[in-house]
């Protein structure tokens, strides 16, 4: 499961992976740049252990953000920057940030030069490191969060997020599930 959510409050889940076959690259998106287009693909085909979002997510995602009029995002798990490159697509909208976090190293970097490759870097700062550890020393708060790390982990990531996120005194949330893709997708809305 793969968890949002926005202020409006959105967190979004990822409920099971399904994969594109090996090799496969996803259809041209028509407003993506050729640039952009080439950097996803080429994410894509070095994804062999099928970690990122699927392409119909990636557009969902870009929407929420949006139309959320998203400043201030949060990713848990990088990755390889797939789905931080949609989400800073729809920031790029909004005029808003996103700080993403990746533990494992060599992805950290990976997402880092793939978002720069991309021509993301003034939108999207990779945080390499234990996002449990990292999380409490990004300042601020975050309208839109993307929980995509573990499964285990969810919940714990979910009490260290949620009272970041504005809106509403109480721990009201509109929660539903969605499928863009054959994958699940919860999104949670934070009321006012
Ligand atoms: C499903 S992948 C993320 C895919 C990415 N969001 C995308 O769609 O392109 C999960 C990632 O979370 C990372 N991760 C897991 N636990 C983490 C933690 N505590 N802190 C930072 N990253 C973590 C893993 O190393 C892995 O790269």
């Given amino acids: ?22 090799g496969a690259t996803d259809p041209p998106v028509p407003d993506l740049t050729p640039k952009v287009q080439a950097v996803l693909d080429e994410i894509r085909k070095a994804d062999t252990g099928n970690l990122a979002v699927s392409a119909e997510d990636g557009r969902f995602l870009r929407l929420l953000v949006a139309t959320n009029h998203t400043k201030q995002a949060l990713e848990i798990g990088a990755a390889s920057g797939y789905s931080a490159i949609w989400i800073g697509l729809g920031l790029r909208e909004t005029g808003g940030r996103l700080v993403t976090i990746e533990y494992d190293p060599q992805r950290a970097k990976e997402a880092t030069a793939n978002i720069a490759r991309a021509g993301f870097s003034d939108i999207v700062s990779v945080l390499a490191g234990d996002a449990f550890q990292r999380i409490p020393k990004v300042q601020g708060q975050f309208d839109f969060v993307f929980l995509d790390a573990w499964k285990r982990d969810y919940q714990r990531f979910f009490d ?21 893709s054959g994958e699940g997708v919860s999104v949670s809305w934070k009321r006012q």
């Fill in 1 to 22: 499961m793969r968890f949002a959510t926005f202020t409006l409050s959105l967190l979004f889940a990822a409920l099971f992976a399904v994969a594109l076959p090996l």
């Fill in 160 to 180: 260290l997020v949620f009272p970041r996120m504005p809106k509403g005194g109480r721990p009201d949330l509109l929660t539903t599930i969605v499928a863009p």
